[in-house]
């Protein structure tokens, strides 16, 4: 591995957001005409508060610039076969710029630790410079993270698996700066480093099993470049508001750059949030649409690091359907989930949804379907950010668990 080119080039994606921060808006991007006033709603500060008797009486007044923190320190299961582990999610919000013209800067931090030598450290961000002139993007894990794999496609049972070890280093940086309003286009750099890859049973090997030549022995390493168009209306990417999101990202990982082979791949996401009561904009009632369709270019790229059913950027596709359960060259999915308030005050409300994916691997892309479906409580953390911690029960066929989630899943 080319550690001295990879340290390089994340040495100056540390650098960028300093040096962009400084530049400029060209043009002003237009007021948000969806921004919430939430002061008057009740979340669970305010409950606290209440109970403590902190200022029972007045309301909290939104502030320009005021960093808003929701944690949860929760007992959960990791996805990929850790088993139960303590988790504690940590999500920040903050406006760099007048309310009516930045869109909310967010940071979510979800350290877990099983207590057994499995730990993970996930940290990623979406930083929004004032008048939403650049966005800075940001995704850093170090993993000790076993999953489970079933190969290529769909044609294996749900029993047919087997437990992969490995260690793993990603980083993500992106910048991204405004060409007009809402759309945005920049550079990337990504690093996907996955180290001590075996099988928990030393009896199966892991080439032979997944059937799949490339990153199944000892290490992988992908480190390449990648080109980023965004079209964003929403305001809030912890529970956004109607709008539109569509993201674009073709990535190319030369060997020079330090990958094992070359390959490359694109991602593309589309979201769209529709109002069912427009009128009324501090009552959630939205219907809300997610698809994307990530895939590899060229046959070199290493197995973990190719599309699979939740590992989107965020980690929150698939939800019903254990993490990994499929896995291809190419990845199609769609989700539908519709969100509504059910006190008034909008302490409380509830979500309902359905998902499905298609992956290719064992000539099943488009022709083979996999569903899941579910339904959660959201309750108000901090509505400050208007972040929402959920509580979802998803099913699948052999499958079925309770998520705990805070913001919204997509």
Request: hydrophobic letters at 35%; aromatic letters at 14%; charged letters at 15%.
């Amino acid at each position: 591995m080319k550690f001295k080119q990879i340290g390089y080039v994340i040495s100056m994606y540390f650098l960028l957001p300093a040096a962009l921060y400084a530049q400029d808006a060209s043009n002003m991007i237009p007021k948000q005409s969806a921004v919430k006033d939430t002061s008057r709603q009740t979340d669970l500060i305010d409950i606290a508060k209440e109970l403590f008797k902190i200022n029972p009486q007045k309301p909290r007044v939104q502030q320009e610039k005021k960093i808003y923190f929701s944690i949860l320190p929760i007992p959960g299961a990791v996805p990929g076969g850790a088993g139960r582990a303590l988790i504690t999610s940590t999500t920040a919000g903050t406006y760099l710029g007048p309310k009516s013209t930045t869109n909310l800067s967010s940071a979510t931090f979800a350290p877990y630790w099983n207590l057994h030598g499995r730990y993970g450290l996930p940290l990623r961000t979406s930083i929004w410079l004032k008048d939403n002139a650049w966005n800075i993007q940001g995704d850093i894990r170090f993993l000790v993270y076993p999953q489970n794999t079933w190969g290529l496609g769909s044609s294996h049972a749900y029993n047919e698996k087997t437990l992969v070890d490995n260690n793993y280093i990603r980083f993500y940086q992106s910048a991204l700066k405004r060409i007009k309003p809402y759309f945005f286009a920049g550079l990337g750099y990504n690093l996907d480093y996955h180290s001590n890859i075996k099988s928990d049973d030393a009896a199966i090997d892991l080439r032979q099993f997944t059937g799949y030549p490339y990153g199944t022995k000892n290490s992988s390493v992908s480190s390449g470049v990648s080109l980023n168009l965004l079209y964003d209306t929403r305001n809030n990417s912890i529970n956004p508001l109607p709008g539109s999101y569509v993201n674009v990202v073709y990535r190319v990982n030369p060997t020079f750059m330090g990958s094992g082979d070359y390959w490359n791949s694109l991602y593309v996401d589309v979201r769209k949030y529709v109002p069912l009561n427009p009128s009324n904009k501090n009552q959630q009632n939205t219907l809300a649409f997610w698809c994307y369709y990530w895939t590899v270019l060229g046959s070199n790229a290493p197995y973990l690091d190719l599309p699979s059913i939740g590992w989107d950027p965020y980690n929150r596709s698939g939800e019903g359907i254990d993490q990994n359960r499929y896995r291809g060259k190419s990845l199609f999915y769609l989700e539908s989930e519709y969100r509504r308030d059910i006190t008034t005050n909008g302490l409380l409300g509830f979500v309902v949804f359905a998902n499905v994916n298609t992956v290719s691997g064992s000539g099943t892309l488009f022709k083979s379907w996999h569903p899941a479906a579910g339904t959660g409580l959201r309750i108000k953390f901090n509505k400050g950010s208007n972040t929402n911690i959920g509580i979802d029960y998803a099913a699948s066929k052999g499958y079925n668990a309770v998520i705990l989630n805070i913001g919204e899943s997509f």
